[in-house]
């Protein structure tokens, strides 16, 4: 892929910490909410973007277990959101030949709101060839606990039948998470000016490339995910490995 003259290595999986757009509301004498809103209508334009570029696997911190704690107001509105958008936009997704994927505890959530969150994975295209993930309620280290936890109880069941417990590895771990199947992620872009990864694929993101800018997010247009791009495509990725002849 090339990108303003110069060839670019386009990450095969793309997380995005979506900061920054209480604060963008604020600045323009909003309420909290239609900040969300912006965030919602350039998440749709990212992840098209996205796609084109040839990115496989995108997925997006949409409403961490800590954001639960806001106020009713603000999560009712959140919910809202989701409800519109995945009754509006779901279909489309699936047009562009783009699965769902939900990653996180939906059970607190409102059960009409579960309800969509389910149906649109399971009704996502058995050959898609992009993958949109949603985390909802999600947290990296009750991902890891869950996992955790999980392991124990087939461990229980093995001993209960008279079978010696599994030896995890980290492929056969991986299949506690949320994220079964996928690869890890290669490129966590935050907007909004923090530089820190606030429970966000935590397990996954062990080599991921980290990309922070102080641009709001509903501000991080297609050109600033391509500046992300290009800053990946110059990294040195060698996994704890060294340079030949170093």
């Known amino acids: 892929m090339d990108i303003s ?31 969300h809103r912006a965030g919602v209508q350039r998440m749709e334009e990212l992840a098209v973007h996205a796609q084109e570029m040839g990115v496989e696997y995108f997925t997006v911190y949409a409403l961490s277990t800590e954001n639960m704690s806001r106020s009713k107001e603000e999560l009712d509105g959140l919910y809202n959101l989701i409800r519109s958008y995945f009754s509006k936009s779901v279909d489309e997704l699936y047009r562009r030949h783009a699965a769902v994927r939900i990653l996180g505890d939906m059970a607190p959530l409102p059960g009409d709101v ?46 209960l039948e008279g079978r010696p417990p599994a030896r995890y590895t980290d492929e056969s771990f991986h299949d506690l998470l949320y994220t079964k199947g996928m690869p890890d992620v290669d490129l966590i872009i935050r907007t909004g000016g923090e530089e820190r990864l606030s429970n966000f694929l935590l397990y996954q ?37 060294i340079r030949p002849g170093e």
């Not at 992009?130 to 890891?144: K, S």
């Not at 501000?219 to 990946?232: N, P, Q, S, V, Y």
């Open 5 to 35: 003259g110069e060839q670019v290595k386009v990450p095969r999986h793309v997380g995005i910490i979506m900061d920054g757009n209480g604060r963008w509301a604020r600045k323009r004498l909003l309420p909290r909410n239609a900040g």
């Open 205 to 241: 993101a062990a080599y991921a490339e980290l990309y922070f800018t102080d641009v709001l997010f509903p501000d991080f247009d297609t050109g600033e995910f391509d500046k992300a791009l290009l800053d990946f495509s110059r990294r040195d990725r060698r996994y704890g490995k």
């Open 114 to 159: 579960a309800e969509k969150l389910y149906e649109a994975e399971v009704n996502s295209p058995g050959d898609a060839t992009f993958h949109f993930q949603f985390a909802i309620n999600y947290g990296g280290r009750a991902e890891i606990l869950r996992a955790v936890n999980d392991a124990a109880l087939l461990a229980h069941r093995d001993a």
